[in-house]
């Protein structure tokens, strides 16, 4: 067989414009005429990459806020991009001493003390470069798509002196200028007038523009021939909004591979967008997002965190990423944090840059002064570093490392497998088949989503867990279960915990089956199918339980454990504890061996 062609779509270029808000003590409407006079006669700033030298500009919309654009540059490879943060680095903090020369600061959008905190709220543009209409088409339905994954990790909320605002976004909880984006059926000119007509019926403006995705871009940052994503509120630093356009490069990507094979992305409903949405921008990572089941009306409405939805994006998007060499240290800022924390509820943890102000303002109640930010606005260093990862190295250093490595391991993608099918031919055995009518084992979010559905009976409960448990490897469902949010994990583990006769209260971590309350929880797994051996110790030993319990190896008569908690808690005066759970379940007489 001969190889005839091959296809990969190669990154195309992206414009990206970097939001700052203007601050000035004292002054009401400061803000706005030092904003003007810097537009008159602007600093010089660097070229970047591609030669071209960035520009500063502003918005009537947000007279407070200034915007650095770096021009179409080509995010291809790390090297280019990190020459393209380096060099938008030097840009923002060459503004930054101007704006100081001029009596004012350059601030991240969101300040609570400007006479008109409204005036300074701004998004980072990031406009994708297209080649034709279709493109266009499916590569604003895409982005559409994932619209409250996005700003769930975009958001920036408002903050002062008094720490950071809870919630997700701001700008778009107080914004009347910008709308949920509609399904494009084709970006023929006539579809787009009946897009305007819909949009002048239902919101009462009539430009594509004010879309969170405007397909034919934004006339005043001069983006008409690309896609312009406005989901992403200004960033505090650079190396987060780099990290938010090789998100945008990704789904780029996949929309042209999509087009390429002549297939559609699919119509969300829109009640249903714009009901996340709003979850996304109330809420953050916070936030309880309704799943698309129109194609199964009959289950009741299920939700997701917007942690999860996050995660699954990521592995989407894992392809693309790896074919632009995407680095651990590039998507860190994006991936780790909502990785570390599990779950929506989960604290501590730095997730984004609404999570990394208020752990600075934990660590140092001046750490969000308007002299300290400015400051660090204007040194290249600190707007290039990973401070969500330095501030998660600190919270937990072995939770750190450990992301580091899944996301490391994540695009690094499976290894390459020699092709060894002469060989496979020659020395062919008949295959395993799987018993008629057996289906094959469930996976770990196939027997969450079952155990999820109301009032189900024990044996059907039993049954799932040992089709779970007749798959190979470990069988760990504590990720799973942090990936639904605290309440529902909370209500899942109580469905998967046995009756009191079936728990084992373990003191210590155990050597080996043989020990008694190994013995006692194999004992009570033989005689009721499944049984818990549950740990309460301190925090520092729970690391000891779970290298003794692989040390034990497999259990004996095909009793196969499940990891179910792991995790730790404070108790009373501040003692830090930690809770293993682990269940253990027998095989089905006969059959699950």
Same mark, same amino acid.
């Given at each position: ?14 414009r ?7 601050y ?15 537009l ?5 700033l ?9 520009? @500063?500009?502003?918005?009537?919309r947000? $007279? !407070?806020? #200034?915007?650095?654009? *770096? +021009?179409?540059?080509?995010?291809? %490879? =790390? ?5 393209t943060?380096e060099a938008l ?5 060459? @503004?930054?001493?101007?704006?100081r020369? $001029? !009596?004012? #600061?350059?601030?991240? *959008? +969101?300040?609570?003390?400007?006479? %008109? =905190? ?15 209409? @279709? ?8 982005v ?20 950071v ?7 778009l ?34 430009s ?16 008409g ?15 987060g909004?780099l ?20 297939r ?13 949405r ?18 199964r009306t ?22 693309y ?11 860190a800022?994006?991936?780790l944090?909502?990785?570390m ?7 501590g ?26 400051q ?17 190295k ?13 996301l ?18 020659r ?11 057996r289906?094959a ?20 409960v ?13 069988l ?7 990936s ?48 818990l051996m ?50 253990l ?9």
């Amino acid at each position: 067989m001969a190889l005839v062609a091959l296809y990969r779509s190669a990154p195309l270029r992206q414009r990206i414009s970097k939001g700052y808000s203007v601050y000035v003590p004292g002054h009401g409407r400061g803000a706005e005429e030092l904003v003007g006079s810097l537009l008159a006669g602007p600093p010089p700033l660097p070229a970047g990459p591609s030669g071209q030298p960035h520009t @500063v500009r502003g918005s009537a919309r947000a $007279r !407070g806020a #200034l915007w650095v654009d *770096t +021009g179409r540059v080509s995010l291809h %490879d =790390p090297a280019t991009r990190a020459r393209t943060a380096e060099a938008l680095a030097v840009s923002v903090a060459r @503004v930054a001493a101007d704006v100081r020369r $001029r !009596g004012g #600061l350059l601030l991240p *959008t +969101g300040w609570q003390q400007q006479p %008109d =905190p409204l005036a300074g709220l701004c998004a980072d543009l990031h406009s994708a470069e297209v080649l034709n209409p @279709v493109q266009r088409e499916v590569f604003t339905n895409l982005v559409r798509e994932h619209t409250a994954s996005l700003i769930a990790l975009g958001g920036r909320q408002l903050y002062g002196p008094g720490g950071v605002a809870p919630g997700g976004s701001a700008r778009l909880s107080r914004s009347f200028d910008q709308v949920s984006t509609r399904y494009l059926d084709s970006c023929a000119p006539e579809h787009l007038e009946r897009v305007r007509t819909r949009l002048r019926q239902e919101e009462r403006v009539g430009s594509l523009e004010v879309m969170d995705v405007s397909p034919l871009g934004i006339p005043e940052a001069h983006t008409g021939e690309d896609v312009t994503v406005r989901l992403f509120d200004a960033q505090v630093t650079v190396a987060g909004t780099l990290a938010h356009a090789l998100l945008v490069q990704a789904l780029s990507m996949w929309s042209r591979d999509l087009e390429r094979t002549g297939r559609r992305v699919r119509q969300v409903p829109q009640f249903l967008l714009e009901q996340n949405r709003a979850r996304a921008v109330a809420h953050g990572l916070a936030a309880e997002l309704r799943v698309d089941q129109t194609r199964r009306t009959e289950e009741p409405p299920r939700t997701q965190s917007a942690g999860r939805a996050v995660r699954t994006l990521l592995s989407e998007l894992l392809p693309y990423l790896r074919q632009l060499d995407a680095t651990t240290d590039e998507l860190a800022p994006l991936f780790l944090g909502v990785e570390m924390a599990g779950s929506a509820a989960a604290s501590g943890f730095v997730r984004n840059e609404n999570d990394l102000l208020a752990h600075w303002h934990r660590e140092d109640r001046t750490a969000l002064t308007p002299e300290r930010l400015a400051q660090g606005l204007a040194t290249p260093d600190w707007l290039t570093a990973d401070h969500c990862g330095a501030s998660n190295k600190a919270v937990g250093h072995g939770s750190w490392a450990a992301a580091r490595v899944w996301l490391t391991e994540r695009l690094a993608g499976p290894a390459p497998q020699p092709d060894r099918r002469h060989e496979a031919q020659r020395d062919r055995r008949p295959e395993a088949r799987r018993e008629p009518g057996r289906p094959a084992p469930l996976t770990a979010d196939q027997l969450l989503d079952r155990l999820a559905r109301p009032d189900l009976p024990a044996p059907e409960v039993m049954d799932a867990l040992r089709s779970y448990c007749r798959a190979g490897g470990t069988l760990d469902l504590t990720r799973p279960l942090r990936s639904r949010g605290r309440d529902e994990a909370r209500a899942l583990r109580r469905v998967l915990r046995p009756r009191a006769g079936q728990r084992v209260r373990c003191e210590k971590p155990p050597v080996s089956w043989d020990d008694a309350t190994a013995t006692r929880a194999l004992r009570a797994a033989g005689e009721q199918g499944v049984a818990l051996m549950h740990w309460d110790l301190p925090a520092q030993d729970r690391a000891r339980v779970r290298e003794a319990l692989r040390g034990m190896g497999r259990a004996p008569g095909g009793v196969r454990t499940v990891l179910l908690t792991d995790t730790n808690y404070t108790a009373r005066e501040d003692e830090k504890r930690g809770t293993v759970e682990v269940l253990l379940v027998a095989p089905r007489e006969g059959t699950d061996r």
